[in-house]
């Protein structure tokens, strides 16, 4: 391997630079790409299951290398439940590891039935394939959680971060 050094990297005409395809520019802590779900809801999704189930606020993203960090955002303006309600985040289809039921929110009428829920999370790449994280969610015992409220909105944006 060679090492070029320099002090000013200029292009000869135009204005972008590239990098040949299949390459990849190593700039720890620089943002490689992001993605986003973002939708408003002109009326309420709701669920009454007792087990988690996929509530359709989801992206894909396809990490450019093993190693990088993946930063999960996730939003939603307002939830309601008529007992207890649970969200988090799920990637690939399964609860992502060492995360309680309350990751993204928890709601209970007797202490806040109307809310909004968010959370910050990570995970580290392990290779290149695609990874899918979605909201999960569930009522307690019984009731109905409207996960979205009408007129609510929902976000899951995803960052990755160079290592």
């Given at each position: 391997?060679?090492?070029?050094k320099v002090n000013n990297i200029d292009t000869q005409t135009g204005t972008t630079i590239?990098?040949?395809?299949?390459?990849?520019?190593?700039?720890?802590?620089?943002?490689?790409?992001?993605?986003?779900?973002?939708?408003?809801?002109?009326?309420?999704?709701?669920?009454?299951?007792?087990?988690?189930?996929?509530s359709g606020i989801k992206k894909t993203i396809t990490p450019k290398a093993s190693g990088?960090?993946?930063?999960?955002?996730?939003?939603?303006?307002?939830?309601?439940?008529?007992?207890?309600?649970?969200?988090?985040?799920?990637?690939?289809?399964?609860?992502?590891?060492?995360?309680?039921?309350?990751?993204?929110?928890?709601?209970?009428?007797?202490?806040?039935?109307?809310?909004?829920?968010?959370?910050?999370?990570?995970?580290?790449?392990?290779?290149?394939?695609?990874?899918?994280?979605?909201?999960?969610?569930?009522?307690?015992?019984s009731g109905t959680l409207t996960y979205v409220h009408a007129e609510g909105h929902a976000?899951?944006?995803?960052?990755?971060?160079?290592?």
């Amino acid at each position: 391997m060679s090492t070029l050094k320099v002090n000013n990297i200029d292009t000869q005409t135009g204005t972008t630079i590239s990098v040949a395809s299949g390459k990849v520019l190593a700039a720890p802590g620089h943002v490689l790409q992001c993605v986003q779900y973002s939708a408003y809801y002109p009326s309420g999704v709701t669920t009454t299951s007792t087990s988690y189930v996929a509530s359709g606020i989801k992206k894909t993203i396809t990490p450019k290398a093993s190693g990088n960090l993946i930063i999960i955002q996730a939003n939603i303006s307002m939830m309601y439940a008529t007992a207890a309600g649970y969200a988090r985040i799920y990637m690939n289809g399964s609860a992502m590891a060492n995360r309680g039921n309350y990751q993204l929110g928890y709601m209970n009428i007797s202490h806040n039935n109307y809310a909004g829920m968010g959370t910050q999370d990570q995970h580290t790449t392990t290779d290149t394939s695609s990874l899918e994280f979605e909201v999960y969610v569930r009522v307690g015992s019984s009731g109905t959680l409207t996960y979205v409220h009408a007129e609510g909105h929902a976000a899951l944006t995803l960052w990755e971060i160079a290592q």
